[in-house]
C-alpha cells in the first residue's frame, strides 16, 4: 500500500528541504498565532518558493477568519486548507469562497467522536483523525498525543481519511499497518523542542512509512 505523508509546522528551508529530500508529499504551514510552530505571511511566503508544485502545500488553522485565509492563501500558494475547530456549515463556505480542498480536523479520544466525521460529508474533501486534547489546552493538536486506534476498527469512513496525533518515527509504521491509513500527519514526532524540527527525525519518519 502506497501512503502518503505530511509534515506539519515546519518553519525553515532546512526543514522543508529535509521534508522534500526524503519524500514527504505534504508540507503543512501553521497559520496559528498561539502555536510554536505559526507563520507570518512573509515568512510564509518565502519557504513556499521552496516547495515544488507536486508537493501539496497544506495550510492549518484553527476556527480561522476570512482575511486569514486569503492573505494565507496568497502567501502560502496553497492547495489544501486543514480546518481545526471550524463546525461543518463554516467548512463548506470557506471550501466554497476558496475553491480549495478541505480536510477537517476530527478530535478522537472516543468512538462516539467519530461520529463527527459524518457531518463534514458534501463539506470537505477528507477527515483528519487527530488526538483531542484536553479541555483547557491552548492548542487542538501537535502536542504528541494520540488516540487509541482500534477505535478506527470497522469503522466506515464517510470521506477519505488521514491519521495524526503521536505519530513519531518508532510508531508511523504500527500505525499504518493498524489502521491501513493511507496518509499520515506528524508534527510534534519529529521535534527536539516544541516547534524546532529535527532534520534526522523527519528523515527518519519518512523512511519509516516506505514498505
Not at 33 to 61: K, N, Y
Not at 97 to 124: E, M, Y
Not at 190 to 209: M, N, Q, Y
Request: glycine share 8%; hydrophobic share 45%; charged share 25%.
Amino acid at each position: 500500500m502506497s501512503v502518503t505523508t505530511k509534515i506539519c509546522g515546519l518553519s525553515t528551508p532546512a526543514t522543508i528541504d529535509a521534508a522534500l529530500r526524503h519524500g514527504a508529499t505534504h508540507i503543512g504551514l501553521v497559520f496559528f498565532p498561539p502555536s510554536p510552530r505559526h507563520l507570518g505571511f512573509a515568512q510564509a511566503e518565502q519557504l513556499t518558493a521552496r516547495i515544488p508544485d507536486h508537493v501539496g502545500r497544506v495550510g492549518v488553522f484553527v476556527d480561522p477568519d476570512d482575511e486569514s485565509i486569503e492573505r494565507a492563501l496568497v502567501s502560502g500558494r496553497l492547495d489544501v486548507l486543514q480546518l481545526h475547530k471550524v463546525s461543518p456549515d463554516r467548512a463548506a463556505a470557506i471550501r466554497a469562497r476558496t475553491a480549495r480542498a478541505i480536510w477537517a480536523a476530527v478530535a478522537v479520544k472516543t468512538r462516539l467522536d467519530l461520529d463527527a466525521a459524518r457531518s463534514f460529508v458534501g463539506a470537505a474533501d477528507r477527515i483528519l483523525y487527530d488526538a483531542k486534547t484536553p479541555d483547557d489546552a491552548r492548542l487542538p493538536g501537535g502536542m504528541g498525543l494520540r488516540f487509541d486506534w482500534s477505535l478506527l476498527d470497522d469503522f466506515r469512513h464517510p470521506l477519505p481519511w488521514a491519521l495524526s496525533g503521536g505519530l513519531d518515527p518508532t510508531n508511523v509504521a504500527a500505525a499504518i499497518a493498524r489502521t491501513r491509513a493511507d496518509l499520515v500527519d506528524v508534527s510534534s514526532g519529529v521535534e527536539s523542542a516544541p516547534g524546532v524540527k529535527d532534520v534526522d527525525k523527519i528523515a527518519a519518519f519518512l523512511k519509516a512509512t516506505q514498505p
